[in-house]
């Protein structure tokens, strides 16, 4: 079991309301470069959607239920094919998205447990919470040429310390897409 966790970010490294559907000032920095920059495959999910499980927040999965089901395409039929598991103290019926099952305990006993690769989406409280127990093993990021000064980051500065290495990078129109992976220890 490995955790990936994916992020559409900005320079400064916010990556809170990227559609503006929290309706923060800040928000809806995602849609300023077109469609293109966000559509497709753009984290290079496949392999990993076709093996592996999704792990979502409450607000991304209420967010993603409301917009993949009624999608079509490869990468739509992955996303709406692959099984979800839906970290929430308060969420009880997730049938609006097929294959979708609240997690059943603790976050982390959950992660822990999981045989197959384990993607997680958005979710920020969720990826800090893996991130506290140093249970990430890459970020797959798409970074946005916007530097917002205000919004939630990916990185706290009161975060845990991160040693990564770089495994990819392309700059496929105006964001820049990275990979990155634990480093050596």
């Not at 400064?12 to 990227?18: A, C, F, I, K, L």
């Not at 800040?26 to 959607?49: K, M, S, V």
């Not at 993603?64 to 979800?84: H, I, S």
Request: glycine share 10%; with cysteine; aromatic share 8%.
């Amino acid at each position: 079991m490995s955790v990936t966790v994916i992020q559409f970010t900005t320079l400064d490294g916010v990556v809170s309301d990227p559609d503006g559907s929290d309706g923060t000032p800040y928000g809806g920095w995602l849609l300023r470069y077109g469609r293109a920059e966000i559509e497709g495959d753009r984290f290079r999910l496949a392999g990993l959607l076709d093996e592996g499980v999704l792990l979502l927040g409450c607000g991304t999965w209420e967010a993603f239920a409301r917009l993949w089901p009624g999608r079509e395409g490869p990468f739509a039929d992955r996303m709406n094919a692959v099984a979800k598991r839906v970290a929430s103290r308060t969420l009880t019926d997730v049938s609006a998205w097929a294959n979708s099952t609240v997690l059943d305990g603790d976050l982390l006993d959950a992660v822990k447990r999981e045989q197959r690769e384990v993607i997680v989406m958005g979710s920020l409280s969720v990826v800090r919470t893996l991130m506290a127990q140093d249970l990430v093993d890459e970020y797959r990021l798409i970074t946005f040429p916007t530097v917002l000064g205000a919004g939630e980051r990916l990185f706290a500065p009161d975060g845990p310390a991160a040693h990564l290495e770089c495994l990819e990078v392309e700059k496929p129109g105006a964001t820049v897409f990275a990979r990155y992976g634990r480093a050596a220890r």
